[in-house]
């Protein structure tokens, strides 16, 4: 494997990006002209992994209609100098720039970063309140709210730096006294965590019914460490949590995530990349059920780029997408695929 065909790295999350092995299997683009928005993906420069500008251009331009992107957060292009606590405005600066070289038009029909995720710590209290004033406005109209990544985990196997949060986050008295502001400042959050801190969300959802919460990559369903040979028990814990979840009004969910390698499927390991049947009977059982739940009205699909990139091409990933969504009507299609990403963070309503 040349180091050149590397572009994401190996983590305890996900696979590392064998570019040469993705070019080894393509499909034809399924219903190529549907409108996608895709509600999650990256963009970062790191260790000599690129996942920039052009890269993303090539992947939205492999075939599909995908009219617009959201940005979210990932510690990505922080600011090097100044309090520590605004140094993540650098990273929607960052991510505003990208958007204003897509909106010219110059590079394609793709907004990308039309809708922007950025961090800031709620432990801070009423002290987040600058904070998040500096990132609304760096966005310049692009700002949608907050991420703050709460994955934990007591296996050792599953905690990697992406996961090495504080236990019980959620439920912390000075993470919520931050949370609440971002409500009357009309900002949502991105809940990244693992399957079983489902209800921690729960919790928080019902405490805060005015905020918009999505959890992201369809509550992280572990099958790594001492979750590898339980899938069928887990399954069974994460689908009552996300049943319960999706009482809430208040909250929707992003469908994807299950590239990494945190779910534990072993597509990365094959001879060959999986194609868009493989990969649709796998999550199927997955993304059905939180469509159930939760209803297309507040379900939609996400690329999670680069870390899903791991498993498939982005042409096979929508096309997987596409095959388990064949079933729905034309109104669920359209809003699996747009327009709850439109609604969600409030993007172009042409994007519908």
Aim: charged share 20%.
């Amino acid at each position: 494997m040349a180091a050149s065909t590397i572009v994401v790295p190996v983590s305890g999350l996900y696979a590392g990006v064998n570019k040469d092995w993705l070019e080894q299997y393509s499909e034809e683009i399924i219903d190529p002209d549907r409108v996608i928005v895709d509600a999650h993906h990256h963009l970062w420069d790191r260790s000599g992994a690129r996942y920039l500008f052009d890269e993303v251009l090539e992947d939205v331009g492999s075939g599909h209609n995908i009219l617009s992107t959201v940005y979210v957060d990932c510690r990505s292009m922080y600011r090097a100098n100044g309090a520590e606590h605004f140094r993540s405005v650098g990273e929607v600066e960052f991510a505003n720039g990208v958007a204003a070289m897509s909106a010219g038009g110059g590079y394609g029909q793709t907004q990308i970063c039309a809708g922007i995720v950025g961090h800031a710590d709620l432990r801070l209290g009423m002290e987040v309140k600058p904070v998040l004033e500096a990132l609304v406005q760096a966005g310049q109209g692009r700002f949608r709210g907050i991420r703050q990544v709460s994955a934990w985990d007591k296996d050792p196997q599953v905690i990697t730096p992406m996961a090495s949060r504080p236990r019980g986050l959620l439920l912390d008295k000075k993470f919520r006294s931050g949370f609440q502001y971002l409500a009357p400042l009309g900002l949502s959050f991105d809940a990244f965590l693992f399957h079983p801190q489902i209800p921690e969300l729960s919790d928080l959802a019902r405490a805060f019914p005015e905020t918009r919460i999505v959890l992201d990559h369809i509550g992280g369903p572990l099958g790594l460490g001492s979750y590898a040979s339980r899938r069928d028990e887990n399954f069974v814990q994460w689908k009552k949590a996300i049943q319960t979840l999706a009482l809430s009004p208040n909250v929707w969910v992003k469908l994807g995530g299950l590239g990494m390698k945190m779910a534990g499927f072993d597509f990365h390991l094959r001879e060959k990349p999986p194609s868009s049947s493989q990969l649709a009977s796998a999550w199927r059982p997955y993304i059905e059920t939180c469509i159930e739940a939760f209803g297309s009205e507040r379900s939609m699909f996400e690329s999670n780029f680069p870390p899903d990139k791991g498993t498939c091409s982005y042409g096979v990933l929508w096309n997987a997408f596409k095959r388990i969504s064949g079933g729905y009507s034309e109104t669920e299609k359209t809003n699996l695929f747009s327009k709850a990403g439109c609604d969600f963070y409030r993007l172009n309503p042409s994007a519908q």
